[in-house]
Structure formats: structure tokens, C-alpha cells
């Protein structure tokens, strides 16, 4: 076995997954290196590790041929093979421990090595729209689902225990079609960098957050629906040059940074003058504008808090859009062909 320079206690089946990398390494005449670590990961025998869950949470699962499943599955429960390991492979471990600490977790598991291999620079995981922030969102979310052997030692709830015997399996507690056909329409991936979801709830202020930003994503949809019908109205009575307006209504921070949004709306007040464009469009603009900035602030601090990411920009998160938008082309593509796996 490699040395880990930042020991952390392990798993069971994570101890089986590096066993496997090694016996596929042995097999292949070569050293461990990183493409077994991660195809270990992705593709072990077991339905219910964390990283398979993770995959399956992000909709990665289809993006891998079933053939990989079959063939990883085969080299796990082989005795103990002693390899010698890459430097890149070594130092994969070597990050189980920085991983550990952002997912909240006491040892490593599987998708600790997930998130490792994937900040080595997967190119697979990343055609498959999966982000280091992604992964570790998911990861947060499935903890309490993961089976026995790769759970962690002090996160066990009383439904999914390990001492119940009649203990079913974990994802019969979620939507069925959810589970296993994964996400029905591309639109999942292109989603996902942009909104939070319901991990952070625990915490207090979290809470607090979330619910400040609900507020603020109503206020901020009646005051679009409000300065759709000025402009739609302003367009009809007055002259057609209102819907220039439109732009400031998609310069959204999806998109665009704070700088070029505000920057998209003192332009079209400059050009409303010689226009003739109404005047109270531009003052409809200030609270739009107000609210899209609150609610992305609001946005970027509940992602944070999932992340563990006290350093994450606006900028982070629309790097993050891009790879899932991309994703969400690839997935479409795979559909039509009918080579989507559900593995």
C-alpha cells in the first residue's frame, strides 16, 4: 500500500477499492496510478458506496459505459496484491485527508477518493459535469444513505443503522425512478451550480439564509413581472426601442458579473433619453437590479456554507454553469443515441 502523508482513518470497502486498483495495476503489468484509483471509485462493486451515490445524485452514472461495471467488479474480493504506486497516485491519498476535513466526515471513503481523483484532473468527471463543489454538495447529501461498509463511523441515524438487521437498502427511501433511471431532462445538470440545496438545513444560520433568499427570489420574480409589463406596455403606447429593456431583464449572475450587469443598465438609461424611452423604466431597473444582486450574495453564501468553500466567487460558480450546461449537451446527445447507462 502507498504511504498516506495525512493519515485518516479509512473505511472497510475504501481498503477494498485501493485493493482493487492495485490488482488492476498487477494485471496491466504497471503501477497503481491515478485512472485506477478513479475507475475503482466510479465503478465498484458496490451499488450503495458513497461515490456511487454521489455519481448517481449528479446524474454521472449514465455517462459511463455498463461494460466498466462489469469488468472493475471482477477484481474486487481478490486477495491483497502489493503494487507499486505512481507519484500522482500517492498523492491522491495523500488529499483524502484535506477532503475529509471540507465534507464535515470522520474517515475517508469512497467519495473522498472521488473528490481526490477529480482535483487530480479527471477529464472524464468533467465531461460528465461533475465539479469538485458538485461532488462535495452530493456528498454532504447522501451521507446518512451509504452502506454499512462505507459508512461513516459516527454519522449512523436511526432508520438506516447497522444494527438493524432488516436494514433496506438506501435508496428505496428515495423516488424510485429517481434512483434508478437518474434525471429525466438535461435541465438537471444545468441547474445544479445554481441553487442550494437542503443539506445546510442543520444549521441555524443557514436556515436563516435560505429563508432570507426565498423572500428575496419572490421579490425579485414580482418585480420582473412588473417591469415585463412596463416594458411590454411602454413598447406598445409609446415606442418599440422599450424592449432594449429586455436586455437588463437577462443580464442575470448566471451569466454576467455585478460589474457588467450594472453596467448593462446605466448604458440603456443613457441610450432612453434620445429614444424617448419612458423614464419610469429606469426607475424600475433600481429595484430589479437591488434584489438580482441581494439574491445572488444570498445564493453564493448558502453555497459556501455547502462547499465548506469560505473563498468561492460569483465567478467560481458560472466556471461551475459552463461544465454542467456542457454536461447537459453531452447528456441530451447520450439519450438520443440510447446510450445512456443506468448502472
Not at 38 to 43: E, G
Not at 235 to 250: E, N
Amino acid at each position: 500500500m502507498a504511504d498516506v502523508t495525512e493519515p485518516v482513518p479509512w473505511t472497510d470497502y475504501l481498503r477494498s477499492c485501493t485493493n482493487a486498483a492495485e490488482e488492476m495495476a498487477g494485471q496491466a503489468g504497471g503501477p497503481v496510478e491515478v485512472e485506477y484509483l478513479l475507475v475503482v471509485a466510479a465503478f465498484n462493486d458496490d451499488r450503495e458506496s458513497r461515490s456511487r451515490l454521489v455519481l448517481r445524485a449528479l446524474g454521472a452514472h449514465h455517462f459511463f459505459e455498463d461494460e466498466g461495471y462489469d469488468h472493475v467488479a471482477e477484481v474486487f474480493g481478490l486477495p491483497e496484491r502489493f503494487t507499486v504506486w505512481t507519484p500522482e497516485a500517492e498523492a491522491v491519498l495523500g488529499r483524502l485527508a484535506y477532503w475529509v476535513s471540507r465534507t464535515g466526515d470522520y474517515a475517508a471513503d469512497t467519495a473522498h477518493l472521488l473528490l481526490a481523483c477529480l482535483e487530480a484532473g479527471s477529464a472524464e468527471l468533467t465531461d460528465a459535469g461533475v465539479t469538485p463543489r458538485d461532488a462535495v454538495r452530493a456528498a454532504v447529501t447522501v451521507r446518512r444513505d451509504v452502506s454499512l461498509a462505507d459508512r461513516q463511523p459516527r454519522e449512523r441515524g436511526p432508520i438506516l443503522s447497522g444494527e438493524r438487521v432488516d436494514r433496506p437498502v438506501s435508496y428505496e427511501f428515495t423516488a424510485r425512478w429517481e434512483a434508478d433511471a437518474g434525471p429525466r431532462r438535461a435541465r438537471h445538470f444545468q441547474l445544479r451550480s445554481q441553487g442550494a440545496n437542503t443539506a445546510g438545513m442543520g444549521s441555524t444560520v443557514q436556515f436563516h439564509i435560505t429563508l432570507l433568499h426565498v423572500v428575496t427570489l419572490t421579490a425579485l420574480g414580482i418585480v420582473s413581472v412588473v417591469t415585463l409589463i412596463g416594458i411590454a406596455g411602454a413598447a406598445l403606447t409609446v415606442t418599440w426601442w422599450s424592449l432594449l429593456w429586455l436586455a437588463s431583464q437577462l443580464a442575470r449572475r448566471a451569466w454576467l458579473p455585478i460589474a457588467a450587469r450594472v453596467f448593462v443598465d446605466a448604458l440603456l438609461v443613457v441610450v432612453s433619453v434620445p429614444l424617448g424611452i419612458p423614464w419610469w423604466l429606469s426607475v424600475l431597473a433600481v429595484p430589479h437590479r437591488v434584489l438580482d444582486i441581494l439574491e445572488g450574495r444570498l445564493g453564493l453564501l448558502e453555497v459556501r456554507g455547502e462547499t465548506a468553500d469560505p473563498d468561492l466567487t460569483e465567478s467560481d460558480v458560472r466556471s461551475d454553469l459552463r461544465i454542467n450546461v456542457r454536461a447537459g449537451g453531452f447528456y441530451s446527445a447520450l439519450r438520443l443515441r440510447g446510450e445512456l447507462s443506468n448502472r
